[in-house]
């Protein structure tokens, strides 16, 4: 048998998994390396609710702890959802991407009608670049958009100031040299029907592109929520500069428009960490104290 295309299997890590094939075996030495892990044999359905309703009732029993506290809950995109499974039912790429599409609607619906805010997370938009415009760029905007359209009619119905989009480029300690250009990747994150927008920004990679920001992009009433601290590093931020990250934005798009926020999830799973967890909280402390700084700065007050 051939081996899967770059599309499938570990196409998610672009040309880095052979500028640093040796650092890769030896931080990832069980990622697969041709086979994808899921296959579509029959019609996709969201049959049970269990899980979903058991997370959604931790979460606002956690959050009845400290009233008057305003919860998300994440749910993961359509574009990372089996990205590296095949497709053997349906008859073509549109109509499996949506129906992956209308089974996670049925998760949107739950934990909007839950009073949660949605907030979907969607590293694999991004991670799929380098792979596909290999092929050509055209390829990727092709099944970049599809996605995002399944995305848009998944979210139907639940009020865009209900929905967070979480894009980032995979939480992965790898040197994400082939990561996408936000540049490139801008305009499709902008077109998911959200009321926010939740990006990295703090780390070495990705910190620069600030600028993007600086010719008006944000539409009128959207939120963004720059990433102002790291899961990529253990260095813990000083709190000046979580401020300083959070003013460089709030002059670019409006300070109301700004929610200081993280690169990405400290943990996947509970066995993946990807710091200690003393370093987890110790980077909330500096993100909480770096944005008192910018409040009295920017609004004067505490």
């Known amino acids: 048998m051939p081996p899967w295309p770059t599309s499938c299997a570990s196409g998610w890590l672009g040309r880095d998994r052979l500028r640093f094939a040796e650092f890769i075996e030896q931080e990832l030495p069980n990622i697969h390396k041709g086979a994808p892990t899921e296959a579509c044999v029959a019609a996709i359905r969201y049959c049970d609710t269990q899980l979903i309703d058991r997370s959604i009732a931790d979460l606002k029993a956690g959050l009845s702890a400290v009233p008057g506290t305003e919860g998300f809950m994440t749910a993961v995109a359509p574009a990372s959802t089996a990205y590296d499974g095949v497709n053997e039912f349906y008859s073509n790429e549109r109509e499996y991407v949506f129906a992956i599409a209308d089974a996670l609607r049925s998760e949107y619906l739950a934990i909007h009608r839950a009073g949660l805010i949605v907030q979907v997370d969607d590293a694999v938009l991004a991670n799929m670049y380098d792979a596909l415009t290999q092929q050509s760029p055209q390829r990727y905007r092709e099944w970049a958009q599809l996605r995002v359209v399944a995305l848009n009619r998944a979210l139907e119905g639940i009020p865009e100031d209900r929905v967070r989009y979480h894009v980032c480029f995979g939480s992965w300690h790898l040197p994400h040299i082939s990561d996408a250009p936000l540049e490139e990747i801008v305009d499709l994150i902008l077109q998911v029907r959200a009321g926010a927008y939740s990006i990295e920004a703090a780390n070495p990679r990705h910190e620069h592109e600030w600028r993007v920001w600086q010719h008006g992009r944000l539409p009128a009433g959207k939120i963004l929520i720059p990433g102002v601290v790291t899961h990529h590093l253990v260095t813990v931020e ?40 003393k370093i987890m909280w110790a980077k909330f402390e500096s993100l909480v ?3 008192r700084i910018v409040s009295q700065e920017l609004w004067g007050r505490s």
């Open 238 to 277: 000083h709190p000046r500069v979580v401020a300083d990250r959070i003013v460089r934005f709030a002059n670019l798009v409006g300070r109301e428009n700004v929610i200081a926020g993280t690169d990405c999830g400290f943990a996947q799973v509970d066995i993946i960490k990807r710091v200690h967890p």
């Open 289 to 291: 104290e770096g944005a």
